[in-house]
């Protein structure tokens, strides 16, 4: 099995490093959005598929063995190609640093003018997907997760929104701004599915309670 997710994980740094590189010769100034999640219907059908265990342990677990902000392409790492994608009006300098720009904070609603109140929110966090799988993939592996540019797994946010959410489940978080649930379990099942990560009782119970409002 850890084949497959080798070859699913390879496909998809390859093809991110591709779309990056893509976007920042030809996108328009701002696509505004993270890749839209899969529909209601078929997050449902996903979360029914996804394997449903108690939580794995965070034991041997560090940020470091999911490299992330790596290059795509010149200067610009993977933070930078999202801060570009999810803002409007964004100047980069010659380092690929914004230096001018507007975000808007789906999770919450605000409108920020400095990149530095923004972060780049992993949908599913590292710790939650080493919990629920990853712990058993090679740090390349992660490395590729942790850069998804493919999947909905990476998104502009208020900075303190994100270090609320931490690496909480739904069942113990979801984004203040009620109406970006749905878009929000949509995504988190997205991803979960994909990488074949596991969900636990009450993770799953709270993304259905979202879908169902969808």
Not at 47 to 72: C, M, N
Not at 86 to 99: E, K, Y
Not at 198 to 209: C, G, I, N, P
């Amino acid at each position: 099995m850890l084949g497959i997710y080798a070859r699913r994980i390879a496909v998809a740094a390859s093809a991110a490093a591709l779309a990056a590189t893509t976007g920042l010769l030809t996108a328009p100034a701002a696509q505004a959005a993270m890749p839209t999640p899969i529909a209601a219907s078929t997050a449902r059908t996903y979360l029914s598929q996804l394997t449903v265990s108690a939580e794995g342990s965070s034991s041997g677990y560090s940020r470091d063995k999911f490299p992330h902000w790596i290059t795509q392409s010149g200067t610009c790492n993977t933070r930078e190609v999202v801060l570009k994608r999810d803002g409007t009006g964004v100047v980069q300098d010659a380092s690929c640093a914004a230096t001018s720009g507007s975000w808007y904070s789906e999770y919450d609603g605000a409108t920020w003018t400095a990149a530095s109140d923004v972060d780049i929110d992993h949908m599913v966090p590292l710790a939650e997907a080493w919990r629920s799988g990853a712990s058993s993939w090679t740090n390349a592996q992660r490395q590729a997760y942790a850069n998804d540019l493919t999947r909905p797994q990476l998104i502009a946010v208020t900075d303190n929104v994100n270090q609320s959410k931490g690496d909480k489940d739904p069942a113990k978080w979801m984004p203040p701004r009620a109406a970006y649930h749905c878009t929000y379990a949509r995504a988190w099942v997205h991803v979960k599915h994909h990488y074949d990560l596991s969900v636990d009782s009450a993770e799953k119970t709270a993304l259905q309670t979202a879908l169902k409002g969808c």
